[in-house]
């Protein structure tokens, strides 16, 4: 897999080890057909001549050769220099180069071969010896069997790499509209940047600035649009003549073409419909954007749940005061029972020494007024516990009365309208009664 990836996107060292190769074979090629030559040259003067044809393609050769390891070198400099940061258009440059390097070495290897097949021709033609011709012959046959099987390679390559670019054009053509997309939001990005950063404006002066192109957009689209509806009216004219003309002859097209127009008409009121129901939509959403935020419902349920409980603990409350009060108020039962039962059991004892003593008399006196004072004690105490409830009640009376807001300003202003009146009045009463009396 390693190696088929290799082989389908191959870096540029390995195309260059490529191009090495292949123009390394064919200095080769021109050696060992020099070595043949010189070899067949004893004492044949007339291939001699051969000879020297076979000395100038070497030299045609090896020309060739450093041609084209100068073109290589001028296209690596200009694919140094071109290289983009988008990997899949620098890979198809390279590509590219290495294709033209490739096509012009083909170009040289077809001249060279010209030249090998003339110097062939000229060598089988020549006189010579057995022995000679025969392995001159082989090398020659040797060297053209390499230098087709290198044009084969040759070929085959670079038809694999066009396949393949035939390919890359779709990702290229992505890769620039991303490239494309990405330079926009780089662009808005920069400008939010400035309108942050600046602070020589305010933020309501960017808005009012954003706010400016937004309605100059929406003005020109509401112009365009507006063109574009007469262009249309135009255009569906022209085709409902076309239609009308075409369709004159058939009654059944004449059909099809009214049921097609039913059909239009139907769908514009559709269509209309839903631009009235999308603008309704847009100003009920505007509205409410417009409109204060109201608390929402959850708020609500929680004050609600709040309440309900402090009026639950309210009422525990207020449940143990009124058992703590009954408690209070049959311990007051209580008491006053016991205390009356000792008093009429004390008065009756002191009652029978008073009737044999004088001084129990006095003592008789005194626990009465003892008593007595006692139940006028408990008679205020009832009635100051009644006076301070009284209290309570009138200040916060006084003190609702006194939230409330009254403005003294109007007060005045009314009563003195109201005296003025009763002046007139009282003057317009004052002339009525001589005139009753005449």
Same mark, same amino acid.
């Given at each position: ?263 239009? /008409? ?5 269509? @209309? ?6 603008? !309704? =939509? %847009?100003? *009920?959403?505007?509205? &409410? ?116 807001? /009254? ?5 005045? @202003? ?6 003025? !009146? =009763? %002046?007139? *009045?009282?003057?317009? &009463? ?9």
């Amino acid at each position: 897999m390693c190696c088929l990836q290799q082989f389908l996107y191959p870096s540029e060292e390995d195309l260059y080890k490529l191009i090495r190769f292949l123009v390394e074979r064919l200095p080769e090629a021109s050696d060992g057909k020099s070595k043949v030559l010189e070899d067949g040259d004893y004492g044949r003067k007339e291939l001699r001549a051969d000879t020297s044809q076979s000395d100038k393609v070497d030299t045609g050769a090896v020309f060739t050769h450093q041609m084209v390891e100068n073109k290589f070198a001028d296209l690596n400099i200009m694919a140094e220099e071109t290289k983009s940061s988008d990997p899949i258009i620098s890979r198809l440059s390279n590509s590219c180069l290495v294709r033209e390097s490739m096509s012009e070495a083909a170009m040289d290897d077809k001249t060279n071969s010209g030249k090998w097949e003339i110097s062939n021709d000229s060598l089988v033609d020549a006189p010579e010896g057995p022995s000679g011709a025969s392995g001159s012959e082989a090398v020659v046959q040797g060297n053209n069997r390499q230098v087709s099987t290198s044009k084969h390679e040759v070929s085959s390559y670079i038809q694999k790499i066009c396949e393949d670019e035939e390919s890359r054009p779709l990702e290229v053509v992505s890769a620039n509209s991303e490239l494309e997309h990405l330079q926009i939001e780089l662009e808005r990005l920069k400008e939010v940047a400035e309108i942050v950063f600046d602070d020589n404006h305010l933020i309501e002066f960017h808005l009012q600035q954003l706010e400016e192109q937004i309605n100059s957009r929406k003005l020109n689209l509401l112009a365009m649009k507006s063109k574009w509806d007469a262009e249309r009216e135009l255009l569906e004219k022209k085709r409902r003549s076309l239609q009308e003309s075409l369709c004159a002859s058939n009654p059944e097209a004449q059909e099809k073409l009214q049921k097609l127009r039913e059909f239009e /008409l139907e769908k514009e009121l559709i269509e @209309s419909e839903i631009r009235r129901q999308e603008e !309704e =939509n %847009s100003k *009920l959403s505007t509205d &409410l954007k417009k409109q204060p935020k109201q608390v929402s419902r959850r708020s609500y349920i929680n004050r609600v749940k709040e309440i309900t409980k402090n009026s639950r603990k309210q009422d525990a409350d207020i449940d143990r005061i009124l058992k703590e009060t009954r408690e209070l108020q049959l311990e007051s039962n209580n008491i006053r029972e016991r205390l009356h039962r000792t008093y009429a059991v004390v008065d009756e004892l002191v009652l029978r020494e008073a009737k044999k003593d004088a001084v129990g008399k006095q003592v008789h006196t005194i626990l009465t007024s003892i008593h007595e004072s006692f139940g006028e004690i408990s008679n205020k105490i009832l009635s100051t516990d009644r006076l301070r409830r009284e209290i309570s009640e009138h200040e916060k009376k006084i003190a609702a009365s006194a939230s409330r807001s /009254l403005n003294f300003n109007n007060l005045q @202003s009314d009563l003195d309208v109201i005296k003025r !009146e =009763n %002046s007139y *009045l009282e003057q317009h &009463l004052c002339h009525k009664k001589p005139i009753d009396q005449e």
